[in-house]
């Protein structure tokens, strides 16, 4: 068992603000607080602990000196001398024990470093943005740029397929660590604005595709938007509002494929007078055609 004085390193007639000042200034190097995960600084400390309980108590510390008791507090009335009772000191020691950690948590110059040494490591904050993205954007993906209130700008990439309401994370794009720790993250809130004609529903994209009387009823190919672009849709013969036809791979592109783009037909009659169309329909007389029939009682 060592020497409480050597274990400080103080000598044998130090006065008690010595002893203390060894204790703390060991302390602080040794605390397992500071030294996570080091066994041997754990150990150490167990040591100064110990050594500062008994010299840090005026009456042990003048028993030990008077050899009433050794470095343990144990009683050694016949063996007057350290060094000779040391060799059969019993294994559990106050060196094992934790209880002297109050000591050293309570003082203030110990918390102060460690929760500097915490504020130092601190992650900065999140912030949070809005943005506001256009339908196709979200659609098939973009690059957009926000202006932030505090002055300077953030690049954001909209991947494609964003819904409303997601949320991207930037990574080190918000507030600086206060000290040496990770910047924290931009975190941007998606809107998506409507679109004038497409709608969306999951990964798929429905439009209405307004029609002539003659493209329904004759077929035709027309001219149809879809997110990427205008093509050729083939309408068929005797086509008539409501009918619904499927472009594939024309909706929202997704990681693995793409939706598809629902057209439903709509037919339009002129808004403004047309003599030539009136006059036909006026002198068109279909045989057992009624619409309404399946309406009639």
Not at 36 to 49: I, L, M, Q, Y
Not at 215 to 243: D, F
Request: proline share 8%; no cysteine; hydrophobic share 35%.
């Amino acid at each position: 068992m060592k020497d409480p004085y050597e274990i400080l390193g103080v000598a044998r007639n130090a006065a008690p603000e010595e002893i203390r000042k060894a204790y703390h200034r060991l302390a602080k190097k040794l605390h397992p607080d500071l030294n996570p995960g080091d066994k041997n600084s754990e150990s150490r400390f167990k040591e100064v602990a110990g050594a500062y309980d008994l010299l840090s108590d005026d009456e042990k510390r003048r028993r030990f000196d008077r050899g009433e008791i050794d470095a343990s507090g144990t009683e050694a009335p016949q063996e007057r001398f350290y060094r000779d009772y040391a060799a059969r000191a019993p294994a559990d020691n106050p060196y094992d024990s934790r209880s002297a950690y109050a000591d050293f948590v309570d003082t203030d110059d110990i918390l102060a470093e460690i929760f500097r040494r915490q504020a130092r490591q601190a992650r900065g904050s999140d912030l949070r943005y809005s943005l506001a993205v256009d339908f196709l954007d979200a659609v098939n993906g973009a690059a957009k740029r926000i202006n932030l209130p505090e002055g300077g700008s953030l690049d954001v990439t909209i991947p494609p397929g964003i819904q409303q309401g997601q949320t991207l994370r930037l990574r080190g794009k918000g507030a600086p660590s206060p000290g040496e720790g990770e910047a924290g993250d931009a975190l941007v809130e998606i809107s998506i604005k409507p679109h004038p004609f497409f709608t969306r529903h999951g990964d798929n994209i429905h439009v209405d595709l307004p029609v002539t009387f003659a493209e329904a009823v004759l077929g035709a190919e027309i001219r149809t938007p879809t997110p990427t672009g205008p093509v050729m849709l083939k309408a068929p013969k005797g086509s008539n509002t409501g009918t619904v036809l499927r472009l594939k791979g024309k909706g929202v592109s997704r990681p693995g494929g793409r939706g598809d783009l629902l057209v439903k037909l709509k037919i339009m009659a002129p808004t403004e007078p047309n003599p030539e169309l009136e006059a036909f329909l006026a002198g068109w007389a279909p045989a057992n055609y009624d619409p309404r029939r399946e309406m009639q009682s």
